[in-house]
């Protein structure tokens, strides 16, 4: 944990001046002050492009709750007259890279994420992305790395970076092709989309499922439904390849109350989805979800290992994407990588990327040369080897 000498070392500045004389950036440090802005936060969040559940203040809030320690708040925020006009949810904290410990600024994300960005209205995105390079590009020094990880194309942000306006070493890291269906048209047409192998697959399993008894699909929304179905699905969750792993949401205290906290929160603001496939009275197969402006996001899902054979996760998103097609919805957001089992639905695909900019000084400038200069040079020569391999055994 972070001393609170150490606390006030990290936050470098409380207001800088901008260009404009009415304009100002301000650094939040503390949950106190963050709370304190909720409202203006989900008012700017939607009225941007960029509205997902993964940045409103309500899920920071319990993200940096669940998951912050031993990191300092360091949110940023554009004002002019008062007015918020754009926020940007960092932290800083430090990373070990090859076993050194980085000093960094990243966003309030990690795995449970899915999804970063910055709060900002389209027209002024580029004005806010600039005031915030320059305000880091001052500091320079205090930081190794600016560590900005899940950022979707077409948010502006990637764009913003593959040309800087200054001279910082920066790369576009970690594609991650995020899978997603468009939900236009009606479920039959959808459905006739899908490849004749792969329909009549999952026809055949649901006949052969039925067999054992009767199939049934529930969707819960409500509150009175968190507290008697949310451990049902994580059960599921744990009961499989997760729980062995040590993955799953219920082997951690930190994960545990990170899910039912969001789930309580969807939940009265209308936005749980809580789907389970049903065999007889016994749930086999799980989907936690958001619905939230027009579009469905799976968070989480989990089913019986042993009806494995009869693919249940599959069968109960058959029954999801068809209920949101017949919900209205414009989109269904699996979110995380592409799968197999999510391409069999879709091959639409929304590209995400990390950004990382690299400070001044000596750590910061062998970490570049080594990742973008000498490590793929290593790993192109040690495919040259594979293939010269490859091509001496095929002489033989």
Same mark, same amino acid.
């Given at each position: 944990?972070?001393?609170?000498?150490?606390?006030?070392?990290?936050?470098?500045?409380?207001?800088?001046?901008?260009?404009?004389?009415?304009?100002?950036?301000?650094?939040?440090?503390?949950?106190?002050?963050?709370?304190?802005?909720?409202?203006?936060?989900?008012?700017?969040?939607?009225?941007?492009?960029?509205?997902?559940?993964?940045?409103?203040? &309500?899920?920071?809030?319990?993200?940096? @709750?669940?998951? #912050?320690?031993?990191?300092?708040?360091?949110?940023?925020? !554009?004002?002019?007259?008062?007015?918020?006009?754009?926020?940007?949810?960092?932290?800083?904290?430090? *990373?070990?890279?090859?076993?050194?410990?980085?000093?960094?600024?990243?966003?309030?994300?990690?795995?449970?994420?899915?999804?970063?960005?910055?709060?900002?209205?389209?027209?002024?995105?580029?004005?806010?992305?600039?005031?915030?390079?320059?305000?880091?590009?001052?500091?320079?020094?205090?930081?190794?790395?600016? !560590?900005?990880?899940?950022?979707?194309?077409?948010? #502006?942000?990637?764009?913003?970076?593959?040309?800087?306006?200054?001279?910082?070493?920066?790369?576009? @890291?970690?594609?991650?092709?995020?899978?997603?269906?468009?939900? &236009?048209?009606?479920?039959?047409?959808?459905?006739?989309?899908?490849?004749?192998?792969?329909?009549?697959?999952?026809?055949? /399993? @649901?006949?052969?499922?039925?067999?054992?008894?009767?199939?049934?699909?529930?969707?819960?929304?409500?509150?009175?439904?968190?507290?008697?179905?949310?451990?049902? #699905?994580?059960?599921?969750?744990?009961?499989?390849?997760? #729980?062995?792993?040590?993955?799953?949401?219920?082997?951690?205290? &930190?994960?545990?109350?990170?899910?039912? *906290?969001?789930?309580?929160?969807?939940?009265?603001?209308?936005?749980? /989805?809580?789907?389970?496939?049903?065999?007889?009275?016994?749930?086999?197969?799980?989907?936690?979800?958001?619905?939230?402006?027009?579009?469905?996001?799976?968070?989480?899902?989990?089913?019986?290992?042993?009806?494995?054979?009869?693919?249940?996760?599959?069968?109960?998103?058959?029954?999801?994407? &068809?209920?949101?097609?017949?919900?209205?919805? /414009?989109?269904?957001?699996?979110?995380?990588?592409?799968?197999?089992?999510?391409?069999?639905?879709?091959?639409?695909?929304?590209?995400?990327?990390?950004?990382?900019?690299?400070?001044?000084?000596?750590?910061?400038?062998?970490?570049?040369?080594?990742?973008? /200069?000498?490590?793929?040079?290593?790993?192109?020569?040690?495919?040259?080897?594979?293939?010269?391999?490859?091509?001496?055994?095929?002489?033989?």
């Amino acid at each position: 944990m972070l001393t609170e000498q150490r606390m006030a070392a990290l936050k470098f500045i409380d207001i800088i001046p901008v260009i404009n004389t009415s304009d100002r950036l301000r650094v939040l440090s503390t949950l106190e002050e963050f709370r304190a802005i909720k409202s203006q936060w989900d008012d700017l969040l939607c009225n941007s492009e960029v509205d997902c559940p993964f940045l409103r203040h &309500e899920w920071l809030v319990n993200w940096w @709750e669940c998951f #912050g320690a031993g990191a300092a708040l360091h949110i940023v925020l !554009w004002e002019a007259n008062n007015r918020l006009l754009g926020g940007a949810p960092l932290m800083q904290t430090r *990373r070990k890279i090859f076993g050194i410990p980085v000093r960094t600024f990243e966003f309030l994300a990690n795995g449970h994420s899915y999804r970063s960005g910055i709060v900002v209205e389209s027209k002024r995105r580029s004005q806010f992305l600039y005031h915030l390079y320059r305000y880091f590009q001052e500091w320079r020094r205090k930081w190794s790395l600016l !560590w900005l990880r899940d950022i979707p194309e077409g948010a #502006g942000i990637i764009e913003f970076f593959s040309q800087p306006p200054g001279d910082s070493h920066i790369s576009l @890291e970690c594609p991650m092709a995020s899978p997603y269906v468009c939900l &236009e048209g009606t479920w039959k047409e959808y459905w006739l989309g899908r490849s004749a192998h792969f329909r009549a697959n999952l026809r055949r /399993r @649901e006949k052969n499922l039925s067999q054992f008894g009767k199939i049934t699909f529930k969707a819960y929304d409500g509150c009175e439904h968190v507290a008697r179905m949310l451990p049902v #699905g994580l059960e599921l969750e744990a009961s499989g390849w997760k #729980g062995r792993a040590g993955s799953a949401i219920l082997k951690s205290s &930190e994960t545990i109350s990170f899910y039912s *906290r969001i789930a309580n929160w969807a939940a009265e603001n209308g936005w749980l /989805r809580l789907y389970f496939l049903f065999l007889e009275d016994k749930a086999i197969a799980f989907d936690l979800a958001l619905d939230y402006a027009g579009r469905i996001y799976l968070l989480k899902i989990g089913h019986d290992e042993n009806h494995s054979r009869f693919s249940p996760g599959q069968l109960l998103r058959m029954r999801t994407l &068809e209920a949101a097609f017949a919900s209205g919805c /414009r989109e269904y957001d699996f979110l995380g990588f592409d799968m197999p089992w999510k391409m069999e639905w879709t091959t639409d695909v929304r590209v995400h990327r990390t950004v990382v900019i690299y400070g001044r000084g000596p750590l910061p400038k062998a970490l570049y040369m080594w990742q973008q /200069r000498l490590l793929p040079t290593i790993r192109k020569s040690q495919k040259l080897q594979v293939a010269l391999r490859s091509l001496r055994r095929s002489e033989k």
